[in-house]
């Protein structure tokens, strides 16, 4: 939000006045640096998992994708995030549709696919022999697949969840209403809306990179940046 917004001088003049010192803004790639660094380091002496591994973090307003093996080989941030999608095609006269047409779930879609064209530029997604899943949108859906009575967040660590089960969970949340996945157990409040839009970009990667399943990780940029 602070690299688009067009008053990010506003925030960081606050934070400065108020804090004493200045905010640093990363780069969209550093962002994907430290990603990156905070997903695979446990995973690193793991003889269980193929490498290179593609690292996806899935956040509100954009994804970074960075594929590596102990290190960085490519990465690369789009503006392919749930709240974006959501905001861009899901929300009918000041409130998201209830549930989605389907025409508005295809122009969520084809956006989310112009996304992954412009990361496979520079990103080989096809090269990953393991998918790593990061943030909100990946740990729900974990949640709904493990069928966890509430957010449990060491059950969703390092849990694997098909393809097959993303795109159950991902066509049962384009259909249901905003009471019925509010409803839904480890369902945060604040992702209730943009869920759907972040299960379709999740499912999208999948099908791209040929994924079979997704590795879920709630280690992730804070704990790169650490």
Same mark, same amino acid.
């Given at each position: 939000?602070?690299?688009?917004?067009?008053?990010?001088?506003?925030?960081?003049?606050?934070?400065?006045?108020?804090?004493?010192?200045?905010?640093?803004?990363?780069?969209?790639?550093?962002?994907?640096?430290?990603?990156?660094?905070?997903?695979?380091?446990?995973?690193?002496?793991?003889?269980?998992?193929?490498?290179?591994?593609?690292?996806?973090?899935?956040?509100?307003?954009?994804?970074?994708?960075?594929?590596?093996?102990?290190?960085?080989?490519?990465?690369?941030?789009?503006?392919?995030?749930?709240?974006?999608?959501?905001?861009?095609?899901?929300?009918?006269?000041?409130?998201?549709?209830?549930?989605?047409?389907?025409?508005?779930?295809?122009?969520?879609?084809?956006?989310?696919?112009?996304?992954?064209?412009?990361?496979?530029?520079?990103?080989?997604?096809?090269? $990953? #022999?393991?998918?790593?899943?990061?943030? =909100?949108? &990946?740990?729900?859906? %974990?949640?709904? !697949? +493990?069928? @966890?009575?509430?957010?449990?967040?060491?059950?969703?660590?390092?849990?694997?969840?098909?393809?097959?089960?993303?795109?159950?969970?991902?066509?049962?949340?384009?259909?249901?209403?905003?009471?019925?996945? $509010? #409803?839904?157990?480890?369902?945060?409040? =604040?992702? &209730?809306?943009?869920? %759907?839009?972040? !299960? +379709?970009? @999740?499912?999208?990667?999948?099908?791209?990179?040929?994924?079979?399943?997704?590795?879920?990780?709630?280690?992730?940029?804070?704990?790169?940046?650490?």
């Amino acid at each position: 939000a602070t690299r688009d917004a067009e008053n990010s001088d506003t925030f960081v003049r606050g934070v400065r006045d108020i804090l004493g010192v200045v905010p640093e803004v990363v780069s969209g790639d550093q962002e994907a640096q430290l990603s990156f660094d905070g997903a695979t380091k446990e995973l690193a002496g793991s003889d269980r998992l193929e490498r290179p591994f593609l690292v996806v973090d899935i956040g509100g307003g954009s994804t970074e994708f960075v594929l590596g093996d102990d290190t960085v080989r490519a990465a690369r941030s789009v503006d392919m995030g749930c709240v974006r999608m959501t905001e861009r095609h899901l929300v009918v006269d000041g409130a998201v549709s209830d549930p989605p047409a389907p025409d508005r779930i295809d122009a969520v879609r084809a956006d989310i696919a112009a996304a992954l064209d412009l990361a496979g530029e520079t990103v080989p997604l096809a090269d $990953a #022999a393991t998918l790593v899943g990061l943030a =909100g949108t &990946v740990t729900t859906v %974990a949640a709904i !697949a +493990l069928g @966890l009575p509430e957010y449990d967040s060491e059950a969703i660590h390092h849990s694997r969840v098909s393809l097959e089960r993303v795109r159950e969970i991902t066509t049962r949340l384009c259909a249901s209403t905003h009471e019925e996945r $509010a #409803a839904i157990p480890a369902m945060h409040p =604040g992702r &209730v809306d943009v869920i %759907a839009s972040g !299960a +379709l970009a @999740l499912l999208a990667v999948m099908e791209r990179t040929g994924a079979r399943e997704v590795v879920v990780s709630e280690h992730d940029i804070l704990d790169g940046i650490a």
